[in-house]
């Protein structure tokens, strides 16, 4: 890779961790809301056939801020491997990750044929 292609792609992934950092917040804040929204309320929602019980709404954004959270850590790794002059090589074979998979995904770590034997 050129100097140019990783400046280029530092800040693609600079831009996918402060994307994947707002998600992360804005969810974190949403399970607050349904706590606080919840927590005077004597609603029997577990037992309300018209709507998700406030648990299931809470986990699903939960799920939701970890899903973000781990997208952060992915892109930290990438920037590593980027810094280390590792990036681009496929972390099983050693082999080069083909252009194609890095701009479809830029996180990878494994080249295709790797990726599909895990």
């Not at 280029?8 to 996918?16: S, V």
């Not at 892109?75 to 496929?90: E, I, K, P």
């Not at 080069?96 to 996180?107: K, N, Q, S, V, W």
């Given at each position: 890779?050129?100097?140019l292609?990783?400046?280029?792609?530092?800040?693609?992934?600079?831009?996918?961790?402060?994307?994947a950092?707002?998600?992360g917040?804005?969810?974190?804040?949403?399970?607050?809301?349904?706590?606080?929204?919840?927590?005077?309320?004597?609603?029997?929602d577990?037992?309300d056939?018209?709507?998700?019980?406030?648990?299931?709404?809470?986990?699903?954004?939960?799920?939701?801020?970890?899903?973000?959270a781990?997208?952060?850590?992915?892109?930290?790794?990438?920037?590593?491997?980027?810094?280390?002059?590792?990036?681009?090589?496929c972390?099983?074979?050693?082999q080069?990750?083909?252009g194609?998979?890095?701009e479809?995904?830029?996180?990878?770590?494994?080249?295709?044929?790797?990726?599909?034997?895990?």
């Amino acid at each position: 890779m050129t100097d140019l292609d990783l400046v280029t792609l530092r800040e693609r992934l600079l831009a996918e961790r402060a994307d994947a950092l707002a998600r992360g917040r804005a969810l974190r804040g949403e399970v607050a809301e349904i706590v606080e929204a919840s927590r005077d309320s004597n609603a029997d929602d577990e037992h309300d056939p018209d709507g998700a019980t406030i648990a299931f709404e809470r986990a699903q954004v939960d799920a939701l801020a970890r899903s973000a959270a781990a997208r952060v850590e992915e892109v930290d790794a990438a920037l590593a491997r980027v810094d280390d002059g590792t990036y681009g090589t496929c972390a099983s074979c050693g082999q080069e990750i083909p252009g194609a998979r890095l701009e479809a995904r830029p996180t990878a770590r494994t080249c295709v044929r790797c990726a599909a034997t895990a």
